[in-house]
C-alpha cells in the first residue's frame, strides 16, 4: 500500500493523490534524479497476481514510451518495485474533461468538434503503435489552460481480471462509455475507442451519458441492445450524423479509423467557428468538392467584394455557410457581358421618347421661324415710316441728259448728294 512520502525505485517520490481509475490510481510525485514533477500511476495489487500482467505491462509501457504525439501523455518510465507496477508519466496542467462537463452542463458544438478532433488525433497515434486504449471517458481527457487536449490512463496489459472489477463498481465510468464487443466480451480494438470517443462527444452535446443504470452491468447490456435518446434539435444534423456514425453498435457501421473520425470532427468545428465553408455530408468522409453556379458563355465583369454571411446564433450554427439564396422571381438575373463600351440597354417605350423629342425640335424650329418673320415686319415697318418723314428720302428728282446740258433742267446738286449721303 502507498501513501504520500513512499519512495519508489529509490527515485520516485509520491506526493498526494490526483484521481482513481479502474486499474489503479494516480499520483503527484517528484522525480528526486531529475527535480522534476512528474505523475505516477500505481496499478492495483490484484493485477500483478495475474499470471504474465507483469510481462505484457512492460510490453505496453515500452511502446507507449515510444509514442511521440502532443496529444498522447508521455512515458518517462515504468517498472515494478515493493510488488507494486506504476508508471512515471508527464504531469499534466489542466483539469479533465469531465470536471468541465460536471460545471457547465454541456459544450457547444463547435466545441465539442474541436476537442473530439484532438482526441481522435492522439487515438490515432496510439493506433499506429498497435496500442487500444480502452478507457476512453471525460476523466482521460485532460484540457489544458490554452484549450489543448491530452489523453491520458492508457488501459495498458488488458486483464481478465479487470473485468471482474465491475462487480464491485470499481470501473463504473468506463461502463458507461464501453463499446457493445466489449460489454459482449468479443473484446477491445481501435474501433472500440471510437465508439467510447463518441459516447464522450453525445455527452459533450447533451449534458448526459446516452445510457444510465443501476449496475456496470445493467449499463454496459444497454450499450448492446439499447437506443440513446435523440439529441437536441439545435445542435447542427451534420454533427448528430457524426456522432451517431461513431455510435453505431455494428463496429463495420462506425468511422473506419480515428483519424476519418478527426477529420469530420474537425471540418465541423472548422465550419462552425470560422465559417470556412459549408458542412459537407457526413459520407464519404473525403470534403466533396464545391460545385460552381453555370454562368452565361463569355467573360464576365469583375465581382466586387462579396458581402460577408452575418454569424447565425445559436440554433443557426451554420456560420458563414449558408447557402446563397436564390434570386426573387420579380428580379431579372444579370448575366455576364464583354468589356469594353456597351450600348445602353434597351428599355419599354423607347419608340414613343424618340418621337416626343423629334416634336420639341420641330416645335422649336417654329418658334424660330416666327420670331424671325415678326422682326423682319417690324423692321419693314419702320423703315417705310422713316421713309415718309424724311425729305431728303420722299423728294423724286427727274433729270434728263439733254436738260442738263442745256440747262434747262438745272437743278441743284445739293440734294441729290444729300441724298447718297443719307443713303
Known sequence: MVSPGTVLNGRYRIDSRIASGGMGDVWKGTDDVL??????KIMLSALLEEPGFVKRFHAEAKTMAGINHPGVVRIYDFGNDQHQAYLIMELIEGDP??????????????????????AADALQAAHDKGIVHRDVKPGN???????????TDFGIARSAAA?????????????????????SGVGASAISDVYSLGVVAYQCLTGHRPYDGDTPLEIAMKHVTGTPKAMPNDIPPVV???????MSKEPGSRWPTAASFANAARQAAGALTHGSGPLLPVQP???????ATPVSPGPSRPLSPATPVPVRPNGGYQ????????????????????????APAPTGGGGRTAL?????VVGMVAVLACAGWLGYQAKKAKDAENARSSPAHSEIVTLSAGGWLNGADHVSMDPMTEGRRTR
Not at 240 to 246: K, N, P, T, Y
Open 35 to 40: 527535480d522534476r514533477t512528474v505523475a505516477i
Open 97 to 118: 474533461l469531465s470536471r468541465t462537463l460536471n460545471k457547465v452542463g454541456r459544450l457547444t458544438p463547435a466545441r465539442t468538434m474541436l476537442l473530439i478532433a484532438q
Open 141 to 151: 481527457l485532460l484540457v489544458r489552460p490554452n484549450g489543448t487536449l491530452v489523453l
Open 163 to 183: 473485468s471482474q472489477l465491475t462487480a464491485t463498481g470499481a470501473v463504473m465510468g468506463t461502463a458507461s462509455y464501453l463499446a457493445p464487443e466489449q460489454a
Open 240 to 246: 448528430r450524423q457524426i456522432v451517431e456514425r461513431a
Open 285 to 291: 468522409v473525403s470534403p466533396s468538392p464545391v460545385s
Open 319 to 342: 456560420r458563414g455557410s449558408a447557402p446563397v439564396p436564390a434570386a426573387p422571381a420579380s428580379l431579372t438575373p444579370v448575366h455576364g457581358v464583354p468589356y469594353g463600351p456597351q
Open 356 to 360: 416626343t423629342v423629334v416634336l420639341v
